[in-house]
């Protein structure tokens, strides 16, 4: 699961540290020929029953854990003295057997638990090993009785401590592996306490049981008792496993329920959008979260909401979002309109694809669109950079859950926005007037005009060019005020280009893109330099005089509809209502 930097550097090299350990143990107790020769089915069946329980492990919240160890202290009391060195490689070969079994499953199957990576792999063989061998040497140093018989055992010391010891090494191992390397101990779960005890002791009498009838009873009542003790731990595993699937359930309709609520409370896009980012990152368990929202108005993708490990993006401003967080893969989805899972080798994925990546890639990406009335809203993704954590098919299945009940509530806040925004508008075009209407100069006049048309459009910068008199219309020499550009910026508007028609009768030009727009080719050198990539120019009239024109800049492409240019178009009417020429 989730993990820090710093945690996988500690556990990483602790992982081969134990393995190395462990090799070096089974390295000075190789076993002998006789005890191979004496015990060889036994061993078999132990080591088979051990990768069977590995295999069957109970399935927790964020991890797994096995009874493997029931089956340990089964191979050591049930065999002498002189056999334990090979039921220590039985154990070790065991659950190497299954740690490769699950190393295959964790890289194929549809889970939601992380992959298990060669050093995890080495980490749980050790495990066993280690938690064997301890708790063996203490029993023997002890005086424990090995093999363990009805006649000769009771609940000494030496087995006192021996169980103890073993289910002491291998719970610590286990908090040590997956607690720390996998889930991070803010998201242990209290409800794993329970089902973590039970596995540990629930299997240990029926180990210590079919040892005993091992060595006294017949065969037939050793298979019994062995056949009991898998049944046991099967079991467990099934329990845990439809409460798993349970439990996946209820995460998807509380997040539907969530989400709904969302839908009925929260107008305000950014709450929202943060209640949709709990939902996937606990369905998902991810803390790397990206909304992207097409923005019709500039002709782009926004990004209002971006999670880096945990935490958001406070500090980059909204326009240069799009330089740092914009991939080829949102927009790929956002233009196919399709959803896109890339479990793992996501740079191969990206050049079949065609797409040249520009950034470090992640190790796992998963995104969908966010579909509305027949249109692509935007796009959700979520990516991992851990190479154990690859996104699958469920994981894909989830995150389409969430958008198609997200899509419709952000599809709702942006209509309430819009709403805000055109109220909002109504009142600046208010305000304009009360504050034009007053005995201003010319200059204070042209200063309102100028910032009235910044707060109304939102553009980037603003210019006027005004005939201060009846010469200058004749000439066509416009006396310039500028905001937001460089003060010696001149390009003369496409409408004062053809003086011949009277500004009264020119419509507003709207440049969605003046790379684009052949209207716009003679401004390109002179907007280039001011970065400006559309614009709208408004004629600035009062009855049948032409007065100048209003130019509204953008330093990005836009889309100009006709709401919002009906509003500017109203916005120049009034400011061509007062008198600005003196």
């Known amino acids: 699961m989730l993990r820090s930097i710093n945690q996988n550097r500690l556990t990483q090299p602790l992982s081969y540290a134990l393995a190395l350990l462990a090799v070096i143990i089974l390295i000075t107790n190789l076993p002998s020929g006789d005890a191979i020769a004496t015990y060889g089915g036994r061993l078999l069946l132990y080591g088979g029953l051990m990768a069977l329980a590995m295999f069957f492990a109970f399935i927790l919240a964020d991890s797994e854990f096995s009874a493997a160890h029931a089956i340990g202290i089964l191979a050591f009391l049930a065999l002498p003295e002189d056999a334990t060195p090979a039921a220590l490689w039985a154990i070790t070969l065991g659950s190497l057997l299954s740690g490769l079994i699950i190393f295959v499953?964790?890289?194929?199957?549809?889970?939601?638990?992380?992959?298990?990576?060669?050093?995890?792999?080495?980490?749980?063989v050790a495990q066993q090993t280690l938690s064997f061998y301890l708790a063996a040497?203490?029993?023997?140093?002890?005086?424990?009785?090995?093999?363990?018989?009805?006649?000769?055992?009771?609940?000494?010391?030496?087995?006192?401590?021996?169980?103890?010891?073993?289910?002491?090494?291998?719970?610590?191992?286990?908090?040590?592996?997956?607690?720390?390397?996998?889930?991070?101990?803010r998201r242990v779960r209290q409800s794993d306490i329970v089902p973590i005890l039970t596995v540990l002791f629930l299997p240990i009498p029926f180990a210590i049981l079919?040892?005993?009838?091992?060595?006294?009873?017949?065969?037939?009542?050793?298979?019994?008792?062995?056949?009991?003790?898998?049944?046991i731990i099967i079991g467990l595993y099934a329990v845990s496993n439809s409460?798993?699937?349970?439990?996946?359930?209820?995460?998807?309709?509380?997040?539907?329920?969530?989400?709904?609520?969302?839908?009925?409370?929260?107008?305000?896009?950014?709450?929202?959008?943060?209640?949709?980012?709990?939902?996937?990152?606990?369905?998902?368990?991810?803390?790397?979260?990206?909304?992207?929202?097409?923005?019709?108005?500039?002709?782009?993708?926004?990004?209002?909401?971006?999670?880096?490990?945990?935490?958001?993006d406070n500090v980059t401003d909204i326009d240069e979002r799009p330089a740092i967080y914009g991939d080829l893969f949102i927009q790929h989805v956002m233009n196919t309109g399709t959803p896109l899972l890339i479990s793992e080798n996501v740079p191969e994925t990206a050049r079949m694809m065609g797409l040249a990546l520009s950034q470090k890639p992640p190790a796992s990406w998963v995104g969908v669109p966010l579909l509305a009335g027949g249109r692509s809203l935007g796009v959700i993704s979520v990516k991992s950079d851990d190479p154990r954590r690859s996104f699958?098919?469920?994981?894909?299945?989830?995150?389409?859950?969430?958008?198609?009940?997200?899509?419709i509530a952000i599809e709702n806040a942006q209509l309430y926005r819009q709403q805000t925004e055109r109220a909002e508008q109504l009142s600046i075009l208010n305000n304009i007037a009360q504050l034009l209407s007053g005995t201003l100069s010319p200059d204070s006049v042209l200063d309102t005009?100028?910032?009235?048309?910044?707060?109304?459009?939102?553009?980037?910068?603003?210019?006027?060019?005004?005939?201060?008199?009846?010469?200058?219309?004749?000439?066509?020499?416009?006396?310039?005020?500028?905001?937001?550009?460089?003060?010696?910026?001149?390009?003369?508007?496409?409408?004062?280009?053809?003086?011949?028609?009277?500004?009264?009768?020119?419509?507003?030009?709207?440049?969605?893109?003046?790379?684009?727009?052949?209207?716009?080719?003679?401004?390109?050198?002179?907007?280039?330099?001011?970065?400006?990539?559309?614009?709208?120019?408004?004629?600035?009239?009062?009855?049948?005089?032409g007065l100048g024109v209003i130019v509204v800049y953008f330093k990005d492409t836009q889309y100009f509809s006709g709401d919002r240019l009906e509003v500017l178009r109203t916005f120049a009417t009034q400011a061509g209502d007062f008198q600005i020429i003196k």
């Open 137 to 185: 040497q203490l029993y023997v140093n002890l005086g424990g009785i090995l093999p363990l018989k009805r006649d000769t055992w009771d609940f000494d010391l030496p087995s006192a401590f021996m169980l103890g010891l073993y289910c002491l090494a291998y719970i610590v191992l286990y908090v040590v592996f997956f607690l720390i390397e996998f889930v991070p101990l």
């Open 392 to 407: 699958r098919p469920e994981d894909l299945r989830l995150l389409n859950i969430v958008a198609a009940s997200a899509s």
């Open 449 to 545: 005009i100028i910032s009235s048309a910044s707060a109304l459009s939102q553009a980037n910068a603003v210019a006027v060019y005004v005939f201060m008199d009846a010469t200058a219309r004749e000439e066509n020499d416009p006396y310039i005020r500028v905001a937001g550009l460089d003060e010696k910026f001149s390009a003369l508007p496409l409408l004062l280009r053809q003086p011949e028609i009277p500004l009264a009768r020119q419509m507003p030009i709207a440049i969605a893109d003046v790379m684009t727009d052949r209207r716009s080719i003679d401004l390109r050198s002179a907007l280039a330099r001011e970065n400006i990539a559309a614009l709208v120019e408004l004629p600035l009239v009062m009855g049948e005089t």
């Open 105 to 124: 499953r964790s890289h194929n199957r549809d889970t939601r638990h992380p992959r298990l990576t060669w050093s995890g792999l080495f980490f749980v």
């Open 243 to 312: 409460e798993f699937r349970l439990r996946r359930q209820l995460d998807e309709l509380r997040t539907l329920s969530v989400v709904t609520r969302a839908m009925r409370a929260h107008l305000n896009l950014d709450a929202l959008l943060k209640t949709v980012y709990l939902q996937v990152a606990h369905l998902l368990n991810t803390d790397d979260f990206t909304v992207a929202l097409f923005n019709p108005d500039r002709n782009r993708l926004d990004f209002p909401l971006v999670i880096r490990r945990g935490e958001e």
């Open 210 to 231: 079919a040892a005993v009838i091992a060595n006294q009873l017949s065969a037939p009542l050793e298979v019994i008792s062995v056949f009991g003790l898998m049944l």
